[in-house]
């Protein structure tokens, strides 16, 4: 079974930081790799979104509404992902919620398989 875990919401002031750990961990088969892809929020009233995703090489993708204010990355010794949040805004108060998934070729390249994992997600408040 599969574990993400987040850490690392609270409260801050408009202008402040917080940074966001995650950690993911369990067993796989021998075929199947367990990799942290990143970071989504759910606003309140709105949809889960996409934050930031980082590849296992380090390649960050950033949703508009956060760069140059927030920095995804990653220590694949530990297997945890970070995000660093600066020049915090209002509109940023959500839930954030890291992505784990479990990629298995036990049946071949052609027909991998992919399994995604949530962690229980923290809540980040931003107050004006």
């Known amino acids: 079974q599969v574990r993400v875990v987040e850490s690392g919401g609270g409260t801050v002031q408009a202008g402040g930081s917080l940074s966001l750990s995650c950690t993911a961990s369990g067993s796989t088969a021998s075929t199947a790799t367990l990799n942290i892809q990143g970071w989504y929020r759910q606003r309140p009233g709105n949809q889960r979104e996409l934050v930031a995703t980082?590849?296992?090489?380090?390649?960050?993708n950033y949703a508009e509404a956060v760069k140059g204010r927030f920095t995804i990355s990653r220590d694949n010794a530990k297997n945890m992902v970070y995000l660093q949040m600066n020049s915090l805004k209002v509109d940023d108060t959500a839930v954030y919620y890291c992505?784990?998934?479990?990629?298995?070729?036990?049946?071949?390249?052609?027909?991998?398989?992919?399994?995604?994992?949530w962690g229980q997600g923290t809540q980040v408040t931003v107050s004006s």
């Open positions: 980082i590849s296992s090489g380090g390649i960050a």
């Open positions: 992505n784990a998934f479990v990629y298995d070729t036990r049946y071949g390249l052609m027909s991998a398989t992919r399994e995604d994992y």
